[in-house]
């Protein structure tokens, strides 16, 4: 971003929005009653401290293996003229032909765009939100405004578990309940855990004001990753494409990921707990499973896919609300995205990924995605028996954080 000298009115509504950031910190701590700290995270849980294996312990991907595993995708997405159908079929079969360079850089929803989308014949009755993401489904090339280069370095053991919250320029209350309860970085039981939030940047009249705020915050603490792209629902997809880019880059010794949304609360004791239990060559894709879901033709809804643009099963996907993976897979799940056409659904576009690498999906009953009975929602041991349940406002995740990491607690 260029920085242009502030006038000095302008300088005063930084200055009041940071204060206001501030306040915020205050009031959220303050609502929760008790202003005592925050006890430390993770401490004495007894994480299990396996040896971390080297790269070549674990199970080598072949391109041979992908071959299958692509193929069995293909021969499940039905060969209709639905847009997504043969916009996946030729990929398909331009890998056949040995055209392995994809480009995605048409950024210009110009006439290119244009023709593509001239092929659906209803196009012009989507909503608007969704031929907005039709025109840019072929742009990907988004460089990063916010960098975090060494996240996942300057630890002497490799990044066990890498938190990658998903959220909104906006949500200053619900990073900061994030990072001071269960996504507090640190090296519980010599097993780095790093966190990051991901985000796009702020539309509207706004924008430019909270632009400023994300950077201070960023400054204050190392958490942020901003991509340069407008942060809205359909931009979800790239979002994980570009999640992905980045880990390969910058934290690709990382042992597993946690991808969840903010407003998620994670056991993250109980997750350590759980990740060190496991034998460290099993490749894990694993949350509140979604298996046997199709689209969805309510034209009201969110997840509204219209009959024109997909027609088909959903591969079984692990929900979006937060589900766990092996490290390992980020560089072929990052290779493999490649040839996937964007899908609207950024969960759906995951399962599509990792359906393409012949990895399933496992369920674990600690993941709730769809939250639990309205009386257990403040319960602390019924929180402290999941994993992760979604959703939490800041004020309660910080009561919940309190009383579950309280040694005192009997359940
Ligand atoms: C890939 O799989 C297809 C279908 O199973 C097979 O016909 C083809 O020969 C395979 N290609 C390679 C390079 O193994
Ligand atoms: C793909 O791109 C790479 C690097 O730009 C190049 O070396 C390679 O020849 C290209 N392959 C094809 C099939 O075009
Ligand atoms: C992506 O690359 C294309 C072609 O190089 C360029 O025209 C476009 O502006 C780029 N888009 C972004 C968002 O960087
Ligand atoms: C690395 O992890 C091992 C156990 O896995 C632990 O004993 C050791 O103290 C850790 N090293 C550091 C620098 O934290
Ligand atoms: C995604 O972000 C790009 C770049 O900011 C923007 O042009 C596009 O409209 C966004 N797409 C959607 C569907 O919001």
């Not at 849980?45 to 070549?56: D, L, M, R």
């Not at 071959?67 to 639905?82: D, E, F, G, M, V």
């Amino acid at each position: 971003m260029k920085r242009k000298e502030m006038k000095p009115s302008r300088c005063i509504t930084v200055a009041t929005a940071l204060l206001s950031l501030v306040a915020l910190k205050a009031y959220i701590e303050w609502t929760v009653e008790e202003a005592e700290r925050v006890p430390t995270p993770h401490g004495g849980h007894g994480v299990p401290t396996t040896a971390q294996p080297s790269k070549e312990d674990l199970p080598a991907f072949t391109l041979q293996r992908f071959n299958a595993s692509l193929h069995q995708l293909r021969q499940s997405i039905p060969r209709t003229n639905a847009y997504w159908n043969e916009k996946q079929h030729q990929i398909f079969q331009d890998l056949d032909d040995g055209l392995v360079n994809t480009s995605w850089n048409d950024c210009s929803a110009g006439p290119e765009a244009a023709s593509r989308v001239a092929k659906i014949s209803d196009f012009s009755s989507y909503p608007e939100l969704y031929r907005n993401f039709l025109l840019y489904d072929e742009c990907r090339n988004f460089s990063l405004l916010i960098n975090q280069a060494g996240k996942c370095s300057g630890t002497k053991n490799r990044t066990f578990l890498l938190l990658a919250i998903k959220s909104l320029p906006g949500n200053f209350a619900a990073r900061q309940a994030v990072r001071d309860t269960w996504g507090r970085e640190g090296e519980p039981g010599g097993l780095p855990v790093r966190t990051v939030f991901l985000l796009g940047t702020a539309q509207g009249r706004l924008g430019p004001r909270l632009q400023n705020l994300v950077e201070y915050e960023s400054r204050s603490y190392g958490d942020i990753l901003m991509w340069d792209f407008e942060d809205t629902f359909f931009n979800l997809t790239l979002k994980d494409f570009l999640f992905l880019s980045w880990t390969a880059e910058y934290c690709r010794d990382v042992r597993y990921v946690l991808k969840g949304d903010d407003d998620v609360f994670i056991n993250t004791p109980k997750v350590l707990e759980y990740l060190g239990s496991l034998d460290a060559n099993k490749m894990l894709y694993m949350g509140q499973v979604m298996a046997n879901a199709s689209p969805f033709r309510v034209r009201r809804s969110k997840y509204y896919v219209p009959e024109s643009y997909y027609v088909g099963p959903y591969p079984s996907y692990a929900g979006g609300g937060g589900y766990i993976f092996s490290g390992p897979l980020v560089h072929w799940l990052h290779l493999i995205s490649r040839h996937i056409a964007f899908y609207p659904i950024d969960d759906v576009y995951t399962g599509l990924c990792f359906q393409a690498l012949g990895i399933l999906p496992e369920a674990h009953p600690g993941f709730l995605t769809f939250d639990i009975a309205e009386k257990d929602r403040s319960d602390p041991c019924v929180h402290s028996r999941l994993l992760l349940v979604h959703r939490r406002s800041p004020q309660q995740t910080f009561q919940l954080w309190k009383q579950i990491t309280d040694p005192s607690l009997s359940c």
